[in-house]
């Protein structure tokens, strides 16, 4: 593998939310790495952990959410010892974001050309009629048909699709070194996601932005990302480049999500079953979170919580059932 | 193989008024003939506004159609009323895509489940709650959950709750709009299971409605693609989906993702451009023709109709089959 050097770094990261109903244990040492210029897909089902991730890189995390410990490097520097206003400063200009709904992302009283302008203005301290004319260039480069009079429209005057083009129009405003894509395509019709999906990915050849691309779609990961971590109550499971993923993925969650996909192969068959339910976070699974659920799980799993395992170069797989192969050998 | 609905030329427009004055028409379905043969199931795919719901919604008669006809069962459901169309009702039944919103909060889940059966007056006391307590087992819910509110129950398991009240009067016929549409892919793996076991069992016929190619292709014997209120493409799963005639249906096939990275690189480059056009003012001729590949001359003009191009697989396209 490229020896590419790490942008973002996500050590062992902890977030926990102190409810009236206890404490719900939302992220449990999460680690993964963003390489310059790669599009890192986080997949998993809902209250996985995804918007947790994110909200955590950001410095977002809600009350009464913390971040209870971890590191999160951006270029070597500690997001988590920075102070409000430093991340103010970090946000909109070293990471940016876009999310799902662009709707209620956008302002409805500003046209969309001065909010796509702020980022220059606040970050860059450009001149206001400068920081217009810049964006309605970049608005055109993010494909909005006729971008001098549509960057003067109010966001409800725009369809689904060109609303989010203005949002990552405005992400990319002061070129990120992170793009968070927060779900940026559910919304979205299948040809109008299909255009975004290329657009993401030009831009980011183009700028060498690096992306994190948060998503439920295994789909939309084995098409877009370069590496995927794949994530099931709280936890990173298994974690490599995408190819390898798809063609040989190791962790039964991974191998059973994969499989309870219908595609043409399944037309008219059963759909493989996970049993159970994804689990409570307030009151989660002793050992491998996953265990109940597992078919192959062992007496170790639910005592005790699975290291990673290196089960080929860049290949992660946090389960028992590996690292007991590895020690038999 | 008989027909349970036919719709022959059936029409809606919605008139888009200002002033108390019709100034222009929602072309929301447009002259579409449908066959949906007793027993099997129908996937009806196409992108939002396209007209998959009103044209479901118009077959249930819950929308009167401005034109057209539509045959259950050979009788022509227009003409209907009082008593054969509560019978009609009770032989139908629609399960919605979010399962927050289509449940009462208020209600609980005996009164949920069991208002059809006291709708149609099929059975009344304990015996009421003896079905719905079979209903609740069939699909997967327990006793215990007979007194509780919608309110305690995960997505998946409302989902469950809003299929056993489609079940409780015993239909012929269920609509499926997006029903899987708002939950996780090892729900929906279940909910797609148990909706196969169903239809064998009790010998339904579905009209499954759903933006997701892959989900459509699993679950459906025929397929019907939508593009702004036209039916543009239908045929059996396997026509349909093997061996796409209409360049939309190609677009939309070649728009969604596939579960293999390698075809990333296959499948770079060919994205339909532009965005789907408003039903008020549809393009004129054919409705594709902006954002058609391959486009002729005369497609601005003439509006093409469906023409079988062979063993019942039907395409709206002038150039049909004729390669990019």
Redesign the interface.
Known sequence: MEARENLLVVDRLKTQFFTYGGVVEALDEVSFEIRRGEIFGLVG??GCGKSVTTASILGLVAKPGRVISGRILLDGEDLLTKSAKEMNAIRGSRISIIFQDPTSSLNPLFRVQIQVAEPYIYHQAMPKKRALREATRILGTTGLPDPEQKSRSYPHEL?G??RQRAMIAMALTCQPDLLIADEPTTNL???????I??LVRDLQREFGTSVLWIT?????V???CDRVGVMYAGSIVEKSD??TL??DPRHPYTV???H?????A???A?????PG??PQLIHPPTGCRFHPRCDRALDVCSVQKPQEVEVRPGHFVACHLFRTREEDA | MTALFECRDLTKYFPVKKLFQEVAKVHAVERINLTIPEGETVGLVG??GCGKTTLARMLLLLIRPTAGAILYRDTDLTLLGGRELRDFRRETAIVFQDPYSSLDPRMLVADVVGEPLAIHRVAYGEDREEMVLRLLERVGLKTEHMYRYPHEF???QRQRLAIARALAADPRFILLDEATSAL???????I??ML?ELKSEFGLTYLFIS?D???I???SDRVGVMYVGQMVEYGT?EQV?AQPMHPYTR??L???????????DR??GD???G??PSTVNPPPGCRFHPRCPTRGANCPDVSPELVDVGDGHLVACRSAGKKP
Request: charged share 25%.
């Open positions: 089902e809902s369809s699709g060109m019709d299948v040809t109008i996601a299909r255009q999906r290329d439920h779609n295994m789909a939309v084995a098409q877009l995408v190819r798809f063609r059973r999500l994969l309870a996909i219908p595609s043409a399944t037309s008219g059963e759909l493989e079953e996970i339910s994804v | 992108e939002s995960s997505g998946g996780d892919v090892s729900v929906q793996a279940k797609l299971n196969s933006h190619l892959s989900v292709r699993h679950l799963s989906f677009g939309l070649q728009a969604a993702p596939s579960l293999n990275p390698d075809d990333r499948r770079s994205a339909l451009e965005e789907v």
